[in-house]
């Protein structure tokens, strides 16, 4: 597990990209791999997925210069969604073969972390069917996201993955249409229980949470070269 603090977005995505190759080919080779588990929390930044649709970002290039905020297309599925300051984002490069699940169950599993460590603050989550990600209030008018999740799978191994409002300025999202829904809103956990979360607290809880649904035993690193299970 390496917990890369705050860093920007293109250093995140670059860690993961050469995570991602490393798994690939020890993958092609035979050979077992470490699997990763990277927590960070990114300076204001809008991203949108290879499918995504331009139309749901709602303020130009000069606009987003005067709210400190980047706009970057990426390569995972999922719309456009916003990051930044007091949001956790957890980013697994794991290989799915070693795990014996596919692309739909890893998804689910995800959820899966995300619900148990918000049901710890007392917070009940659930899922909206055809939409991927965290919800409140699923099924009702008053369905509001909490945590968006958007991954890209290559060769059987992942990179990108989840992103937790926490504690996280939520006037960022009114300037898109949040994984391209007009119709639903977003939350943060601040929000829900009207106080501010430890973010150390809530990133151990994020952990034990993987180690527990996905049977991972992690090793805390701080560099991209120590053994992590």
């Known amino acids: 597990m390496i917990d890369l603090g705050t860093l920007n977005y293109r250093d995140a995505w ?57 706009f970057i297309k990426v390569d995972r599925g999922g719309d456009i969604t916003y990051h930044g300051y007091g949001q956790l984002v957890v980013y697994p490069v794991i290989r799915l073969d070693m795990f014996e699940t596919g692309i739909k169950e890893y998804i689910y599993r995800l959820e899966e972390v995300v619900i148990r460590t918000a049901g710890t603050y007392g917070i009940k989550c659930g899922r909206i069917k055809g939409a991927i990600g965290v919800w409140l209030d699923a099924g009702t008018q008053a369905a509001r996201k909490i945590c968006a999740i958007g991954v890209r799978c290559s060769g059987f191994v992942t990179m990108h993955g989840l992103a937790l409002n926490v504690n996280t300025d939520l006037n960022y999202f009114s300037y898109i249409n949040p994984c391209g829904f007009v119709d639903k809103g977003v939350t943060s956990i601040e929000k829900e229980i009207r106080h501010k979360v430890d973010f150390d607290e809530i990133k151990a809880l994020m952990v034990q949470n993987f180690s527990e649904i996905f049977g991972m035993e992690f090793v805390y690193t701080n560099t991209l070269t120590n053994n992590i299970k």
């Open 14 to 70: 670059a860690k993961q990209q050469l995570l991602l190759e490393r798994l690939k080919e020890e993958k092609r080779l035979g050979k077992s791999s470490i699997n990763y588990l990277l927590l960070v929390e990114h300076p204001h930044v809008y991203t949108i997925g290879r499918n995504g649709d331009m139309q749901n970002m709602l303020i130009d290039a000069i606009q987003l210069k005067a709210k400190n905020a980047e």
